[in-house]
Nanobody, 121 residues
Framework: QVQLVESGGGLVQPGGSLRLSCAAS????????MAWYRQAPGNQRELVAS???????WYTGSVRGRSTISRDNAKNTVSLQMNSLKPEDTAVYYC???????????????WGQGTQVTVSS
């Protein structure tokens, strides 16, 4: 009923920047939260940044100060601007959205397909 489409990943040099975007579409009544996770090979999937409806945000310590999560409520999109990228930022990044659906008023958690971010010279 709900589809998440991610974009913006790619190969960047250390110190470079990327903007990841995630668009939600489908049977959406409201969005409770939007977030970005990442998973590097051999590592656990970790929460990178979260955006809540009260305007608050949260960042993991390794990206705090050089990343910004933002949301366009009218378009049901969330973005993650990442600056001063480091090799350790290399991972597959996943969008996660908690949505209250119109059909059945169910609250469900959805994942994007993942987008690869590679930071290398």
């Amino acid at each position: 009923q709900v589809q998440l489409v991610e974009s913006g990943g790619g190969l960047v040099q250390p110190g470079g920047s990327l903007r990841l975007s995630c668009a939600a579409s489908g049977s959406i009544f409201s969005i409770n939260s939007m977030a970005w996770y990442r998973q590097a090979p051999g590592n656990q999937r970790e929460l990178v940044a979260s955006s809540f409806n009260d305007g608050s945000t949260w960042y993991t310590g390794s990206v705090r100060g050089r990343s910004t999560i933002s949301r366009d409520n009218a378009k049901n999109t969330v973005s993650l601007q990442m600056n001063s990228l480091k090799p350790e930022d290399t991972a597959v990044y996943y969008c996660n959205v908690v949505i209250k659906e119109r059909l059945g008023s169910q609250v469900r958690n959805y994942w994007g397909q993942g987008t690869q971010v590679t930071v290398s010279s």
